[in-house]
């Protein structure tokens, strides 16, 4: 596809030497690699991932259970479904569903987990911009690494616009602030052709300018 010129947003966690769970790891991460998202479509991490069973190759392996840690088939999604999260938090992708953890995992900071629980919890985003995006996963010495790919052009042009709106409407309320950002945003999630064009011929203008 000629628009994926790059990465748009990735991630990395780090795991342990823990056979049963780097195997649930490496078959969860497997299943959504090189996925394709189009322009308006929702993926649901449960859909593509399918059964979790041992007829699947899962391994028993640590998953919370009632604010305690107990074996079950399939431990260690959870840490692939957080680090998808953070990769797709970064890209600037709309998450459609995501829930944290009852209690702390050691893979991740507070606040960016995303806890899959087979017909409870599911991580889903809904592709907002206007090119495919193509999910790609690494897994390898003890990392798991998720890339967003792209097109970078049109996202270097949408992260500077916010900037640049941000600036030329300083001011001491930072209320009015939010909202100016939160217009920007919803024109360029619209994609309007003339904020695209505004950008381009304001940009240069603006560079020099002080606020």
């Known amino acids: 596809m000629s628009s994926i010129k790059g990465v748009i947003g990735e991630a990395t966690t780090k795991f342990d030497n823990q056979p049963n769970r780097n195997t649930n790891i490496k078959i969860a991460a497997g299943k959504v690699n090189e996925f394709v998202v189009n322009p308006g479509e929702t993926f649901s991490f449960s859909k593509e991932l399918g059964e979790v069973s041992k007829n699947t190759g899962y391994k028993?392996?640590?998953?919370?259970?009632?604010?305690?840690?107990?074996?079950?088939?399939?431990?260690?999604?959870?840490?692939?479904?957080?680090?998808?999260?953070?990769?797709?938090?970064?890209?600037?992708?709309?998450?459609?569903?995501?829930?944290?953890?009852?209690?702390?995992?050691p893979y991740c900071t507070i606040g960016l987990d995303a806890m899959y629980y087979e017909g409870q919890s599911d991580l889903k985003f809904q592709n907002t911009f206007d090119f495919p995006i193509v999910i790609k996963s690494y897994v390898s010495n003890g990392e798991l690494t998720f890339k967003i790919f792209g097109d970078t052009d049109k996202k270097i042009i949408i992260l500077n616009y916010l900037h640049l709106m941000y600036l030329k409407y300083q001011c001491p309320s930072k209320k009015f602030k939010i909202l100016v950002y939160l217009k920007a945003k919803e024109l360029l999630l619209k994609r309007d052709s003339l904020v695209i064009e505004a950008l381009l011929i304001s940009k240069k203008k603006m560079r020099n300018q002080y606020y």
């Open 60 to 105: 028993p392996a640590g998953t919370f259970l009632n604010h305690k840690i107990v074996d079950s088939i399939g431990g260690g999604i959870c840490q692939v479904t957080s680090t998808l999260y953070q990769a797709l938090v970064k890209s600037d992708l709309k998450i459609v569903e995501r829930n944290q953890h009852s209690m702390r995992v």
